[in-house]
């Protein structure tokens, strides 16, 4: 075998469950908290080396949350964000994306708009398409 392959074969039970299928709530929580580590860590980032690994953790959890939690349609940006938010226990200072607690508020309030590097984070975290952010 490759070195390539050696090393991950030697630290496949650290990354396996990062690429499971989540089947009930609690792989989707245990998911969820991974990806939010994994963006902290610089994961929203594409030149990051964990973009990819995000990517695939944002795709299994927007995958189960399509078929658990299905978003109501026609919502706007700002209440998708409010929607998500509530979905995820965040809160307005947990969003460090967007910036700090108080530039959430004017979003949410409507006195500030999201604009596209916000809504490819935004995506990014939550694992839906930009376009629930850009309206």
Do not use: C
């Amino acid at each position: 075998m490759n070195a390539r392959l050696d090393a991950a074969l030697a630290h496949w039970s650290y990354i396996a469950p990062l690429l499971t299928v989540p089947v009930n709530d609690a792989d989707h929580k245990m998911l969820v908290e991974s990806l939010d580590a994994i963006l902290d860590a610089g994961g929203a980032d594409e030149s990051n080396p964990l973009a990819g690994l995000a990517a695939m953790v944002g795709d299994l959890v927007a995958d189960y949350e399509a078929r658990h939690y299905p978003m109501p349609v026609a919502m706007s940006p700002v209440e998708a964000l409010a929607f998500l938010m509530a979905q995820h226990g965040l809160r307005q200072s947990d969003l460090p994306e967007v910036g700090n607690q108080a530039k959430v508020s004017e979003i949410l309030s409507g006195k500030r708009k999201i604009n596209l590097r916000h809504a490819r984070a935004l995506a990014g975290r939550f694992g839906v398409g930009i376009e629930v952010f850009t309206g």
